[in-house]
């Protein structure tokens, strides 16, 4: 069921997460997509007349937590895994870009 | 075009950020600590690893709350989280935690004194209009410079009085409406000293904002300057923030556009949003260079104007004083927010937003107002007293068993003195109230004078003695006595016979000299003598003396 998703907006979501797709990935996830998409409407099929709006699965509200320190890692645990570091930063590529907000 | 024949009215609102004081991230127990080395206060949750379950800090809900009330907010009974989505090196999730659809609170309001009299004249919700005129609040440039950033946070402490400081009288209360107020996660902080990579520290990321978001109901930069003073003023005073400038703990991002009359027309100038400021003078800088430069371009360009032109994003050069255009902001402008699936709901009751307005009880101004009334003190003295909640707190105590005025007079003389001097407020020095309301007590009876009251301060620092005791071991007590001020007085003139002579003959000297018989009586006194009683008895003995001559 291809349209769903077309190339326009593959290429918006790849600029939002930094991708940079060839022109035949473009038109391979837009087809994907696509298809997952169709898949995920026939959840549509369901009727929900009698089912009230709700923003989570759960029927549960006010998980809180005491505002009391735990120990965190250090910088050596946090950076174990990270691709790359630079003395206890993470180092990525140069941002060039404005701060985020 | 005549500059001058433009009618200009700026149209500001503001976003303000403020982090909350808890001692933990809003979705993890990791500390907050400033200054912390790099990537120390950091744990799988807020480090964004799959597969781990943020829970909420009830300490920054109710911070939030609080604020929200004190804003004049709707508390909402129900309110969700939600991801933003950006991608981003300093926010490891690629989503923000915040609140979208559903904030916490909203539709609020907030009442700012301005320096203009067409406004309203009476801050709204209880504040008593009693008319007095508020001594010279920071209402415009010249009587707010020379401040330090955190002025008013720190009043007490930097034992300088903000609100002192030009005969300015403003008059009236802008309101301010506010939109919303949200929780969200603070990013982390990218570093780009280096050459060819960007360092990331997490450490910052998941620390407890607030967002507020205002109306754009502010008419000059200095109205702005006021809202983010009186912000600053307000959750500090409800203990919901440090709200440190220096440590980047509010951060301003005002809306600008403006309004310009001209030819019975009335043009607006497309809105320009002046990215994260961390000062106040920022703030009011900020604003003002971008009413000249949209004014300019307006000018310049008649297309200038905001249906014709998309909204702006522009960072503040400190340095060089201007604002630039950010690029690129734009597109970015597409955050993909839906329900937090690991965040469960908040659903709160009546009864207890009910608990936490009781905890707010009585805002600043409302309270200034009715301390100055209740107490007999300017508007500005208890505005200083206000600058921080336990130190006003101890005020009332001690204004109960003691005499307010002077007690008043001794807080932002000698006792916020002794706190600044330690680092610490009036109430950190740890003197119990029934201690400071009898030394007001006795130095407005007369017991003990203003110089021996201030030497007894000293003394009561490092002494658990009452005031009273301590004048009395020191030999403070006032006399009043005049046979024995009168022999003072005689032996002053006995000791300074030049002085008196100068105060009897010289008239370019007369003064002067007065003055050093009186310093002398007290000098022999060792302080105890009653200045009144030295001044009237040393005319006295002039008049007698220029009788005989
Ligand atoms: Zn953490």
Redesign the interface.
């Known amino acids: 069921m291809p349209g769903k998703i077309d190339d326009a907006q593959v290429r918006h979501i790849a600029m939002l997460s930094r991708l940079k797709p060839t022109e035949e990935e473009v038109r391979l996830f837009s087809e994907q997509l696509s298809t997952i998409l169709a898949y995920f409407d026939q959840l549509s099929e369901v009727d929900t007349t009698q089912v009230p709006p709700t923003a989570h699965a759960l029927p549960v509200s006010n998980v809180f937590r005491p505002d009391e320190p735990h120990v965190p890692f250090g910088p050596d645990q946090a950076l174990a895994n990270a691709p790359r570091r630079d003395g206890d930063f993470f180092a990525v590529p140069k941002v060039l870009d404005q701060e985020s907000a | 075009m005549d500059r001058s024949k433009l009618k200009i009215r700026p149209i500001i609102g503001m976003e303000i950020h403020v982090q909350l004081a808890?001692?933990?991230k809003l979705f993890?127990?990791?500390?907050i600590e400033f200054g912390a080395?790099?990537?120390?206060?950091?744990?799988?949750v807020c480090?964004g690893m799959p597969g781990v379950l943020p829970?909420?800090?009830?300490?920054?809900?109710e911070h939030a709350v609080r604020t929200a009330i004190a804003l004049k907010c709707e508390i909402a009974r129900f309110t969700?989280w939600d991801r933003k989505?950006?991608?981003?090196?300093?926010?490891p999730k690629n989503y923000q935690i915040s609140q979208y659809d559903?904030p916490l609170g909203f539709d609020g309001a907030f009442d700012v004194p301005v320096d203009d009299a067409a406004v309203s004249n009476a801050p709204a919700d209880g504040a008593p209009a009693d008319g007095e005129p508020e001594g010279g609040r920071p209402t415009d440039g010249g009587s707010a410079s020379g401040r330090p950033e955190s002025g008013v946070a720190a009043g007490l402490r930097t034992g300088r009085s903000p609100r002192k400081t030009s005969g300015t009288e403003s008059t009236g209360y802008r309101r301010v409406g506010i939109i919303r107020a949200h929780l969200e996660e603070d990013?982390g902080k990218?570093?780009?000293e280096?050459?060819?990579?960007?360092?990331?520290?997490?450490n910052r990321t998941g620390t407890p904002l607030l967002e507020i978001v205002t109306e754009p109901d502010l008419a000059s930069a200095d109205e702005a300057y006021n809202f983010c003073v009186e912000l600053q003023r307000l959750v500090t005073y409800l203990g919901a923030s440090e709200a440190s400038m220096q440590k980047g703990q509010m951060r301003f991002?005002p809306n600008v556009n403006v309004a310009i009359e001209y030819d019975g027309r009335e043009y607006r100038t497309p809105i320009a949003e002046v990215?994260?400021l961390n000062s106040f003078k920022a703030v009011r800088d900020a604003i003002r260079y971008e009413i000249e430069r949209q004014v300019s371009e307006w000018m310049a360009d008649p297309d200038y104007v905001i249906n014709k032109r998309p909204k702006e994003n522009r960072?503040w050069d400190d340095v060089r004083g201007v604002t630039e255009f950010?690029?690129?902001?734009e597109?970015?402008h597409?955050y993909r927010y839906f329900?937090d699936?690991d965040?469960?709901?908040?659903?709160?009751d009546d009864a207890w937003i009910e608990s936490m307005k009781d905890s707010v009880g009585e805002l600043p101004l409302e309270r200034q107002a009715r301390m100055s009334s209740e107490y007999g003190l300017s508007s500005a003295d208890a505005a200083t007293i206000l600058a921080d909640r336990a130190t006003a707190d101890l005020f009332e105590e001690a204004a109960e068993a003691g005499h307010p005025p002077t007690l008043g007079k001794q807080f932002i003389s000698f006792w916020s003195a002794h706190a600044n001097a330690r680092n610490t407020t009036i109430a950190g020095l740890g003197i119990d109230a029934a201690r400071l309301g009898e030394l007001s007590k006795i130095t407005a009876d007369g017991l003990v004078n203003a110089t021996a009251a201030a030497i007894i301060a000293e003394k009561m620092l490092s002494s658990s003695d009452t005031p009273t005791a301590i004048a009395q071991r020191e030999g403070l007590i006032q006399t009043r006595d005049e046979g024995q001020v009168q022999a003072w007085v005689e032996e002053a003139f006995t000791k300074n016979e030049k002085a008196v002579q100068d105060a009897l003959a010289n008239p370019k000297k007369q003064q002067q000299a007065r003055g050093f018989l009186t310093g002398q009586v007290m000098k022999i006194s060792g302080g105890k003598a009653d200045p009144k009683v030295v001044g009237k008895l040393i005319e006295e003995k002039l008049a007698k003396l220029s009788q005989d001559l």
């Open positions: 808890t001692k933990t993890c127990a990791c500390p080395p790099p990537n120390s206060r950091v744990c799988p480090l829970v909420l800090n009830r300490t920054a809900y969700k989505s950006y991608y981003y090196p300093d926010l559903l990013a990218n570093l780009h280096k050459p060819g990579i960007t360092q990331v520290d997490l991002e990215k994260n960072g950010q690029r690129g902001k597109e970015a597409d329900p699936p965040l469960v709901p908040v659903e709160v």
